[in-house]
């Protein structure tokens, strides 16, 4: 997008100011999300706007614009005491976790059938490298070697291979926006389904086998499934371990 200029030819300061915020909600934005993903703000964590203004050196406009934004998008929640409030990190929820797998399963689906229609030779590529990944969980599963970071990259790695082979432009987009929320879940606590990992490993095994058939019907329903099941598994380890935030 160009920016606007006067008729001197010179970009007006008024507009560039605006550019330059509008760029600094956004970082602001991206690095206060990955805090909330990567579990470095916990959920039900109270957001005191100050201190995050100092651990991101930034001032409290574009902090505040960012706030804004991931309360919009369900990152973080208002909470209300009379007529005081305060912002906190969205807790992770069972409720939650139910809206969002299904949604990033159908998403990927769809991209599960333009990479089942693609060229026979860039899928057998592919698919060795789902493969590789796949075999390096099936070991974690085998060893039973508990380690959550690896589990979560070595999963996301397999779902953005097939995500990165068969999206266009919009539907992307529409994976990006969801997969940091899942991600949220993955990452604290995926060291907790240890005890079902070779299931999810077998489930990868069917997506392969779905990609090398080159049927988009079946990809499509291996990923759907995969994510469904990624849902129950998840619902039993919260049953164990609770909801984070929401007490």
């Known amino acids: 997008m160009a920016i606007a200029a006067t008729k001197s030819g010179k970009t007006s300061s008024k507009t560039a100011k605006n550019a330059r915020h509008g760029t600094s909600v956004d970082t602001a934005f991206l690095r206060i999300r990955d805090l909330i993903v990567q579990g470095r703000m916990a959920p039900g964590t109270w957001i005191v706007e100050g201190d995050l203004c100092d651990h991101l050196h930034m001032s409290r406009t574009p902090v505040r614009g960012a706030l804004y934004l991931l309360q919009r998008e369900g990152y973080v929640i208002e909470h209300r005491n009379g007529s005081k409030s305060r912002m906190i990190v969205a807790p992770v929820t069972q409720e939650d976790a139910n809206d969002l ?111 090398l058939s080159g049927d988009p019907d079946r990809l499509e329903r291996a990923l759907v499934v995969n994510w469904e099941n990624g849902c129950k598994r998840l619902a039993k380890v919260i049953a164990i371990f609770g909801e984070r935030g929401s007490w």
């Open 101 to 211: 797998y299904p949604i990033i399963g159908r998403i990927e689906g769809l991209a599960g059938r333009r990479t089942a229609k693609l060229p026979e030779e860039v899928r057998v590529k592919l698919a060795a490298e789902l493969k590789e990944v796949n075999e390096r969980l099936r070991t974690i599963a085998e060893q039973r070697s508990i380690n959550g970071p690896e589990i979560f990259e070595l999963d996301h790695t397999f779902h953005r291979l097939l995500i990165d082979a068969g999206s266009g432009p919009r539907l992307s987009a529409l994976h990006r926006a969801i997969e940091p929320q899942t991600e949220r879940y993955w990452r604290l606590y995926s060291s907790s389904i240890i005890n079902e990992l070779h299931v999810s490993v077998q489930e990868h095994e069917e997506i392969i086998a779905a990609l």
